[in-house]
């Protein structure tokens, strides 16, 4: 699986939209992006996930860039629960991808009041 | 939505003891991970069942043993507890070949301190 690289932390104000970014420059054309986050000592949460075109869900949004060497996840009102740990991972395709979860070091994410 | 269970949620042990770690899928989920969060690090891959078989497998311990039985649910095993086991032990499920995703869904974990 490709690597990625994200910010350590980030500091988003409340009721402001937190954009999370990911380098993934080495990714194949066939490789997915996932998003997953952990709240504080809870399980990690899956947030969304994409191929190449932008996706969104009730959660959040995804936007891979059209060389797909990187995205940003969007939160459009993040709230003091958005307040976490967020992963950006890339995996193998989805035949071949009944593998494990290689976290990274993520994104900290700070909503402030 | 029915969620993965994981139980128990806390665990104490003391060092060289047993504990075991039980993990309930989401139903209709064949395939089950487990993951170790040590203090401050990121979750750490230790094992993987498909229908009862070990499908994958990383930094587990020779001291840990897990099965995954006809119900689907697993079970985690450890034996000789040492210090460094405690941890956050977080299982994941997934239903393989289901047509349009392979996300992974996870549980709540199970704290073990070992004093």
């Known amino acids: 699986d490709a690597k990625t690289t994200q910010p350590t932390s980030m500091d988003c104000a409340e009721g402001r939209a937190a954009n999370l970014p990911c380098n993934h420059s080495?990714?194949?054309?066939?490789?997915?992006v996932y998003w997953y986050r952990q709240i504080h000592s809870q399980g990690p949460q899956y947030i969304i996930h994409?191929?190449?075109n932008n996706e969104t869900n009730e959660m959040a949004s995804l936007i891979i860039t059209e060389d797909r060497k990187s995205s940003t996840l969007i939160l459009p009102h993040a709230t003091l629960r958005d307040t976490a740990v967020y992963y950006c991972?890339?995996?193998?395709?989805?035949?071949?991808?009944?593998?494990?979860?290689?976290f990274g070091p993520g994104t900290s994410l700070s909503v402030i009041p | 939505a029915a969620g993965v269970i994981q139980s128990p949620r806390h665990l104490i042990k003391e060092k060289r003891e047993t504990a075991t770690l039980k993990c309930y899928p989401i139903?209709?989920?064949?395939?089950v991970y487990w993951y170790q969060q040590g203090p401050g690090q990121d979750p750490q891959f230790l094992i993987s069942?498909?229908?009862?078989?070990?499908?994958d497998k990383g930094s587990i311990p020779d001291r840990f043993s897990a099965q995954q039985f006809s119900d689907y649910h697993s079970e985690l095993n450890m034996s000789s507890l040492e210090l460094g086991d405690s941890a956050l032990y977080f299982c994941?499920?997934?239903?393989?070949?289901?047509?349009?995703?392979?996300?992974?869904?996870f549980g709540p974990g199970t704290r073990l301190t070992v004093l």
């Open positions: 069942f498909y229908e009862k078989m070990q499908s």
């Open positions: 994941a499920s997934v239903e393989r070949y289901r047509r349009g995703t392979d996300t992974q869904y």
């Open positions: 080495t990714i194949s054309g066939n490789e997915y």
């Open positions: 994409g191929l190449k």
């Open positions: 139903p209709r989920h064949d395939t």
């Open positions: 991972i890339v995996r193998a395709p989805m035949k071949t991808s009944y593998d494990k979860v290689i």
